[in-house]
């Protein structure tokens, strides 16, 4: 009897996946945990791995059909057998009624255009504004009367913006910008010819972007958040990194301060084991993995890889973990395991300058870092001036979980690993 393989639920909100890409052909053998297909879901195209192995019988599915959530999408079997089950149903497309919407959109504009081109031929204000060759006269829009006091007093009609049809000059916007000084014979207190400003652009949100929305949405709604931020002093950390990438020059290996992050991060919460929680129902569920998310920014969004029992691991491992996960995403492609099942999430902006901010908690983890930069700053040592490498760092909790007191030991006992590094490197 065939075995039936169906689409994989990704994600906790994930409803749908597209399948893209056949891997095995229908008579091609396939073994248990091998490449099957290639699925798009509304953060990163996977790849899903065969429950069964066998001969691929039947592609329940064609490339490029959404299919819902436990739908089945093929059927595995022994050599020589038959399968005579129906194809499975496609899930419902809102995308098949927008060309018609876009169609009705274009041709009312089409209707617009023509009335005003109607509209303007048939006004004798604007064709006595014309030369008989087309063209405008000094290559502006202006009425004779403002042509003339324009004349008189030196100012350039060109300098002006008309506040009459189709931004015809009248002999207000004249008089009004003498009044303004525009008629000065300095150049660079002339007005400026800016033109018509760019047409808006209609940008459709891609299926990642439309994800995170929901999420954030769903998690700003439902997840009360509260905010602790702590000041640290990076100097050990940013030595320790430095001699860290020295030792490993010609290894085509770097640590970078949020691998040091990740793991201090991570030890830390073996300390406060209830920021590593979810809530369910009336219960808070204290997490034994410590695995850390790490945001990764992509085109049109972000996504989230997992490094996995992160406490556990040395940060040279860590590093090329998340260094390999994050060229996956980048590259489209990643596995489920790249991508779920983190406990604690980190969202680093330092890369581009940022002070500090705060980020929204990825449900249903009860905590997210925000990290900022690494700056040069004026700090007091022994009591003299002098200059400090300092990075911000707010902390994100639900309320439902936890309260501030915690968050700010957290805090306080992240400052152990931070500023003494050494500790995350024996």
Known sequence: MADIVTMPKLGFDMAE?????????????????????????????????SQYSGVVLK?????????????????VGAEGETYEGAAAPAAKSEAKSEPA???????????????????????????????????????????????KIAQERGISLKSL???????????????????????????GLQLAELGPAPADQRVPLSRLRAAIGRRMVQSRQEVPHFYVTHEYDVDRLLEARAQA?????????????????????????????????????????????????????VEGGLLVVVCRDADRKPLRQISQE????????????????????S???????????VHSFTAIINPPEAAILAIGAAQEVPVVKNGQLAVGNRMRVTISIDHRVSDGAEGAQYLQALAAYIENPIALLM
Request: aromatic fraction near 2%; avoid cysteine; charged fraction near 25%.
């Open 17 to 49: 996946g597209t399948l893209i890409r056949w891997a095995k052909k229908e008579g091609e053998k396939v073994e248990k945990g091998e490449l099957l297909a290639e699925i798009e879901t509304d953060k990163a195209t996977v790849e899903v791995e």
């Open 59 to 75: 592609h329940l599915v064609s490339e490029g059909t959404p299919v819902p959530v436990n739908n089945p999408i093929a059927a």
């Open 101 to 147: 919407a876009e169609k009705k959109s274009t041709n009312q504009e089409q209707s617009i255009n023509r009335l005003a081109d109607k509209q303007i031929e048939s006004s004798g204000k604007l064709s006595a504004d014309t030369a008989a060759d087309g063209n405008l006269p000094a290559g502006v829009r202006a009425s004779p009367l403002a042509r």
């Open 161 to 187: 913006r008309g506040s009459g049809p189709l931004g015809r000059i009248t002999k207000r916007d004249v008089e009004s910008a003498k009044a303004r000084g525009s008629g000065l014979a300095l150049p």
């Open 245 to 297: 990438n020295a030792a490993l020059e010609g290894t085509g290996e770097k640590l970078s301060v949020n691998d040091f992050i990740i793991k201090a991060a991570a030890l830390t919460l073996r300390q406060y084991p209830n920021l590593n929680a979810k809530l369910d129902g009336d219960a808070i569920v204290q997490l034994g993995q410590v695995n850390i998310g790490v945001a990764v920014a």
């Open 322 to 341: 998340v260094r390999e996960m994050a060229g996956r995403v980048r590259d489209g492609k990643v596995s489920p395991e790249d991508i779920e099942g």
């Open 343 to 353: 406990t604690f999430s980190i969202s680093n902006l330092g890369m581009y300058d």
